[in-house]
């Protein structure tokens, strides 16, 4: 199954549809995993091996502008041009040639994004939701957010995660075809909880988690524990939400976190994400937590930190951490 075969599945006759407005504009949150995506059992169209679960940074994310353009495709990010030549563009254009009709169009496309790129904190989740949402405006597809999700899962498996805020559940689905691997919101709030972001280093990863993930799945050891957590670590999260029962939704999501890295320490070549900033940051945590501040961490494919907290705890936590950018998940 090829990624256009799934495109067509899902806009059938609409794939041929002119743009019904002149631009497409939409926003896209990033999000972070309590439970994680790690492993993928479909290369080509992002079909994970498991479930995965995360919550949406609210305001933090990209916006995706698109317009058609006469000769040539034009990629800017942040209002700069970008080469096409460059890793970025090759990789929009690839996920661009998706959608592209007959006749050969090509896309205007600025992306704004208030994250960092590359920081281990998801930006191709925003940056393809975004896109595959700028682009359901522009055609006037009105496709449906599980059909949005499997588009966006195309461009980047955590993308299909990005078309919600709040809490988000990925289904792995079984499907060769992927049609039943997308994501849903949980529809729960949870206005206490607060996410901090302890960013120690902002520069690209020396190896992507696209990479990363690979390496773990053909040469872990402990890969083959990993379903098992997360099966686990799903039924946990769901119940922590439901009540509102944050010790054990913290718990979980930094075991998880944990878990993940460890059968990426155990593969070879060794993926180590750490920097001693980031053990530095954990035994903190793990001290102020015998000091009993309810603080937790969760950790993705780089050396930054999530710490997970709620709101009554604010002050305590910017007095230990001073740097933190805290992000406010949900209106109240
Ligand atoms: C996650 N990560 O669940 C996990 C945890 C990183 C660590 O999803 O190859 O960029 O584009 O499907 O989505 C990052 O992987 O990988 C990721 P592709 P993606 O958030």
């Known amino acids: 199954m090829k990624k256009s075969d799934v495109v067509k599945l899902i806009l059938k006759e609409k794939h041929y549809q002119a743009p019904l407005n002149s631009v497409g504009k939409s ?6 995993a309590l439970c994680k995506y790690w492993g993928k059992r479909n290369q080509e169209i992002n079909l994970p091996v498991t479930s995965s679960l995360s919550i949406s940074l609210g305001d933090k994310g990209a916006t995706a502008e698109i317009k058609l353009n006469s000769f040539q495709d034009e990629i800017k990010l942040n209002g700069s041009d970008v080469a096409l030549d460059s890793s970025f563009s090759q990789r929009l254009i690839n996920y661009l040639n998706l959608f592209r009709q007959p006749d050969q169009i090509f896309f205007s496309i600025n992306i704004v994004s208030n994250i960092p790129i590359a920081a281990g ?21 009105q496709l449906l957010d599980s059909e949005l ?73 402990l890969y083959s524990a990993w379903p098992d957590k997360v099966a686990a ?31 990426m320490l155990s593969a070879w070549p060794a993926v180590c994400y750490y920097m001693p900033e980031t ?48 992000i406010r998940l949900f209106d109240v």
């Open 27 to 32: 926003f896209a949150p990033t999000n972070i």
């Open 149 to 221: 999700s499997i588009l966006a899962r195309l461009g980047s498996g955590s993308a299909s995660r990005s078309i919600w805020q709040g809490f988000v559940e990925w289904h792995a689905g079984s499907l060769e075809d992927g049609m039943d691997s997308y994501a849903q919101s949980l529809s729960a709030k949870w206005p206490e909880l607060c996410i901090g972001l302890l960013i120690f280093n902002n520069s690209e990863k020396s190896i992507s988690s696209r990479e990363a993930m690979q390496r773990t799945v053909a040469t872990s050891p």
């Open 279 to 326: 053990i530095m940051a954990m035994q903190k945590i793990w001290k102020l937590r015998t000091q009993d501040l309810e603080i937790y961490f969760t950790q993705d494919a780089g050396p930054n930190l999530k710490l997970l907290f709620l709101k009554k705890d604010i002050t305590s936590v910017l007095n230990e951490f001073n740097k933190l950018e805290i």
């Open 233 to 263: 670590d799903m039924i946990k999260l769901k119940d922590a939400i439901s009540t509102h029962d944050f010790k054990l939704l913290g718990e979980t999501a930094e075991s998880n976190a944990m878990t993940m890295h460890a059968t």
């Open 121 to 141: 904190l998801a930006s191709s989740a925003c940056g393809f939701a975004s896109i595959i949402l700028a682009l359901n405006a522009l055609f006037g597809w």
